[in-house]
Each structure stands twice: as structure tokens, then as C-alpha cells.
């Protein structure tokens, strides 16, 4: 089971902003031929980070304030948050290994 965040914009701010632990948000779209190659990704950095980090995805499509408000300009765009604060993004259908690095910094 993924301990994955499905996120709704309702939800972005209790489960993202008000988290005490950091958070990897994907914004991504269903139609996004890159999107679909960083998803499994994003899954299973959600399955090793469990209870260390919160790991989500939210649809642009259905959550367009949130896509505007963090300049999500390009998709797949992955946001890491800390204390509440977006601190640093990385663009595009990126290797494992650099959403990891970020996030264990932000550890």
C-alpha cells in the first residue's frame, strides 16, 4: 500500500502547509506524457519516506489556484515545502535520485 497523498486544494493546507514533517507535493496532470514517467517515482519515494515526510500529488487541472499560486508553469513540477514554506522545486520527468537528495536535506 502507498502511503501516497492524493491532495485536493481543500486539504493543501492542513496536510501540507500545517505538516510538521516536510513535504514533496507533484503537481502533474492525467494528459501529461512526462507526469505518467515521474508518478511511480513519486510512489515509491512515498512508500520509503513514510512517516518522515509527506509525499503528495495534486492534479493542476483541479486544483488551478494552487498550480498559480506556486508559479507551476511547467509540468511535471515537484515543490518541497518546510515549516509551511515552498523552499525549493525541481521541473520536468527528473531521476529518483535528485527528488531524494532534496528531500533528505530537508530531513
Not at 503528495?56 to 489556484?65: E, F, L, P, S, T
Request: glycine fraction near 4%; charged fraction near 25%.
Amino acid at each position: 500500500m502507498s502511503s501516497l497523498v492524493e491532495l485536493k486544494e481543500e486539504d493543501f493546507e492542513t496536510l501540507v502547509l500545517g505538516s510538521e514533517l516536510p513535504a514533496l507535493v507533484d503537481f502533474a496532470a492525467e494528459w501529461c506524457p512526462p507526469c505518467k514517467i515521474l508518478g511511480p517515482i513519486v510512489e515509491e519515494i512515498a512508500k520509503e519516506y513514510e512517516g518522515r515526510a509527506v509525499v503528495a500529488h495534486i492534479d493542476v487541472d483541479k486544483a488551478q489556484n494552487l498550480a498559480r499560486q506556486y508559479q507551476v508553469l511547467s509540468i511535471p513540477t515537484v515543490v518541497f515545502f518546510k515549516n509551511g514554506e515552498a523552499v525549493e522545486s525541481s521541473i520536468g520527468a527528473v531521476p529518483k535520485q535528485k527528488l531524494t537528495e532534496i528531500l533528505d536535506r530537508l530531513i
